[in-house]
């Protein structure tokens, strides 16, 4: 068993601490009984989710200029796709045979056979590419599916080989509402692409240096690639740190530390609207920069993995590391509501802001317990997008259950 495996639940602060421990919520016996391996569930929902994502491949095949992205078009082979859209496939069908065969939640079997059935009369693997028109914008289909595998594939591992909580369920609490911002964001992901590309030309073209840029791109990969990182999370702290002390940009933000259990896709948790201001402003200083796209697209798989590590489950130690890079333990921190961890560790990408600045936290023996707002707020897609738009958001929702709940953290 790993070391991080054998870590208890949760840390316990000494006499003098000054932290403000809650219990954590573990789940009841029902909940871990139901997924106990020869109940179904677990090749029921392997299959329905492998057969829903092969179908949608297949579309994406079939329709090129609907669902797919233009920008990503160019990364990938479609020989690769092909080879991956074959693994689903079989994935859903031998799960949902085995589901089906054991007659025990056999509608998620039924869901995944069904949709792999539908991919396959579509065509499969095997499926022609449609005509495609790279004037129009896509959906951005193609980046969801394959982050969605890549991210879920990686990460559960992670989470199952190193947890920090091995007592928190992979289909925990308001995963679903954690998938629909998956694919929300990501179906946005063209326009905003779009949108960002378009704002820094005419916010900050009169600010181009050439000299500047011949010098970036002058550079080896790896170092255009660090001053990326250094610039982006420069820009990306300070707007952070104003969505925590602005009350009109908290509203927007609060969306994302709503959640109360973090995990890999926990960071997907996010208000469009930010997640647009979030890519526009970020993007100034790399567009000022003037990176080659071999540097920029290091920088931009670096930031995304980054983005999924730092809200997963994972207690992997890190050794010195954790002093250089954000990680699990000091990107929980934030989301905390143990004091005086609230309104500390803005930085995505490198500590050292959060110390220039004042507002680094990371006990090194200490991890928090408890995640979410300090007002509990509504439980669904819609109510949360209405949410900053409220004129009285200290009320939280109906259904925000008992006073000990609401009070959950910031």
Known sequence: MSEASELPPGPEPPPESEYAYGERRTPTAAQVAAFEPGRGRISGYLSATLGVMSLLGVLCFLYPTLFTTAELREAYEVGQIRFLLRITLIGSVAFGLFNMARLQNARLGAVGLLCAGAAFLLGGWQAEVGTLDPTKVGLGLDWLLLDLLASAGLFIFLEKLFPRYPDQAILRPELSLDVVYFGMNHLALG????????????????????????????????????????????????????????????????VHHSTEHMDWIAGSRTHILQTLF????????????????????????????????????????????????????????????DQPAIDTNYAAYLPLYDWLFGTFHMPDAHWPIKYGTLTRLPRTFWGQFAYPFQRDRGRGDADAGTPEEASAGS
């Open 278 to 337: 979030d890519r526009t402003l970020v993007f100034l200083p790399l567009y000022l920069l003037g990176p080659s796209k071999e540097a920029l697209d290091v920088y931009v798989v670096y930031a995304a993995l980054l983005a999924v590590f730092i809200h997963s489950n994972v207690g992997l130690p890190m050794g010195p590391l954790k002093w250089i890079i954000t990680t699990p333990q000091f990107h929980h921190w934030h989301h905390s509501s």
């Open 191 to 254: 326009f905003l692409l779009i949108a960002s590309n378009g704002f820094a030309p005419a916010a900050v073209d009169w600010a181009v240096n050439a000299e500047l840029q011949a010098f970036v791109t002058g550079l080896p990969i790896w170092g255009q690639v660090i001053l990326l990182v250094f610039a982006a999370d420069l820009v990306q702290y300070w707007i952070h740190r104003a969505y925590h002390e602005v009350p009109w940009l908290w509203g927007l933000h609060a």
